[in-house]
């Protein structure tokens, strides 16, 4: 596999197999739309319009990568929703509750659209709630939404958006054109960025894909589009937001000393009006979720429900053992369980009553994928080859979100928040680590992976 990457991602993609690429993955798009719901093909050209006209605006250097990856994910959710449709009609291509990892997608589809089909699992009264998310979207759709495919298209932006972007943070890291395109293909083709979404409609993927963005920005030295990044972000999600305001200090410690050694007042009242800020949006962020999950649950913020993780003490062991541990051993452990999820699952798949794509994907396909990549993760993050002069720093920001996601939410799927950072040690680890360093990633790889076999099988 890794001969057949490096080939793949060792020089600059031609214009020729761009083209290429682009034309095979929008005939994909075309054909599963049309054996869907064929009016989506308009909506699938207006979000395609739109967001490469965003693009444009904010940065042109980008817009090739940008329309690739836009073209690729729009056919990976063609595929996915002609899966998932051609077994459960009555989802439309949403995930059901036949699924193991049932999600939000329905639900941010019915906030969305103009009308649902009566069969598409929601929560009730769904037509009372309102969300910035869908809010936005709804804003920038003048075509009508009645199938899921109607707005997934906008989700294409997102996972474009995000690869681009951290292909174009690699190369202000590096300089290095070889491991901004490492960075930017592993990014497109994640399929656990796919299913957190890419290709399922959730916040996740724009969470990151804003997160890098505001990055690529900073360096730039542009700093209102990255603070309006920042800014949607808190909007989106604050818990998120508010979980990654630590890596940005960490990330631009060296810059952040420098400028509070030439303006110690400015830097005063900036530094007390962020405390003020983060205990303001901390204390709101936690009184919601007080009152909506009022109940006995783990994690600062209660986003997971020891009732639910108790109900089957089988599948939840190891996550309820790291529970019971005391604080400062379940502080490390909790982000070393965000870190190796999704875990090899035989149970889901093969002893289910129903076949579920997401199922399948996050329970075999990613845990086998992340072989590779958290060998060249731990390659990159362990190699006394330092490539730039933040390699480090964007490990310690790497670990500390971790932790922090660790502490206070507990929800898996956040850790796609730190998959920018993630993919940039990556892309480090399997162009430019040591041999020490790739042995040794691969032999800590492989226990993660026997582990999580052994595991499985018991």
Request: net charge positive; proline share 4%; with cysteine.
């Amino acid at each position: 596999m890794e001969a057949t990457l490096s080939g793949m991602m060792a020089s600059r993609i031609t214009a020729n197999r761009r083209l290429a690429i682009a034309l095979l993955a929008t005939a994909v798009t075309v054909a599963c739309v049309v054996a869907v719901n064929p009016s989506s093909l308009a909506n699938f050209a207006w979000y395609f319009f739109v967001w490469n006209v965003f693009i444009l605006f904010v940065n042109r250097d980008s817009l090739a990568d940008f329309s690739l990856a836009f073209v690729v994910n729009s056919a990976w959710i063609g595929i996915y929703v002609l899966v998932q449709s051609t077994i459960y009609p009555d989802s439309y291509g949403t995930t059901t509750w036949h699924s193991a990892s049932w999600t939000d997608d329905s639900y941010f589809f019915s906030l969305a659209a103009d009308s649902v089909p009566t069969d598409v699992l929601t929560r009730p009264f769904y037509w009372e709630y309102k969300h910035t998310f869908t809010s936005m979207i709804r804003a920038i759709s003048p075509l009508p939404i009645h199938h899921p495919l109607d707005v997934l298209f906008f989700q294409s932006g997102t996972a474009a958006l995000l690869a681009a972007f951290t292909g174009r943070l690699m190369f202000q890291l590096s300089q290095d054109q070889r491991l901004s395109r490492i960075a930017f293909t592993l990014c497109m083709i994640c399929p656990f960025l796919m299913m957190n979404g890419g290709v399922v409609f959730l916040r996740d993927t724009l969470a990151a894909a804003l997160f890098v963005y505001s990055l690529c920005s900073l360096n730039d030295r542009r700093y209102v589009p990255a603070a309006i990044a920042v800014a949607i972000q808190l909007a989106l999600r604050p818990g998120t937001g508010i979980l990654l305001m630590p890596a940005y200090v960490v990330l631009y410690w060296r810059e952040i000393s420098a400028f509070v050694g030439r303006h110690p007042v400015a830097s005063a009242f900036v530094a007390v009006s962020t405390v003020l800020g983060a205990v303001a949006a901390s204390s709101f962020v936690l009184d919601y979720m007080t009152t909506h999950y009022n109940i006995a649950s783990v994690g600062f913020l209660g986003r997971e429900v020891i009732a639910d993780l108790t109900a089957d003490q089988s599948f939840n062991a190891l996550f309820l053992a790291i529970q019971e541990m005391p604080f400062v051993v379940k502080l490390f452990l909790n982000a070393a369980y965000i870190f190796m999820y999704p875990f090899l699952t035989f149970r889901t798949v093969f002893d289910a009553d129903y076949f579920d794509l997401r199922t399948v994907t996050l329970s075999l396909i990613v845990p086998v994928y992340q072989f590779w990549l958290n060998a060249w993760f731990a390659a990159g993050a362990l190699t006394a080859k330092v490539s730039f002069p933040k390699q480090r720093a964007i490990l310690w920001a790497l670990a500390l979100t971790l932790i922090l996601v660790g502490i206070y939410s507990l929800q898996t799927r956040h850790k796609t928040i730190i998959y920018p950072l993630y993919y940039i040690l990556v892309a480090v680890g399997f162009a430019h680590a040591t041999p020490q360093a790739r042995r040794l990633g691969y032999v800590f790889s492989a226990i993660l992976l026997l582990v999580q076999v052994a595991s499985t099988l018991r």
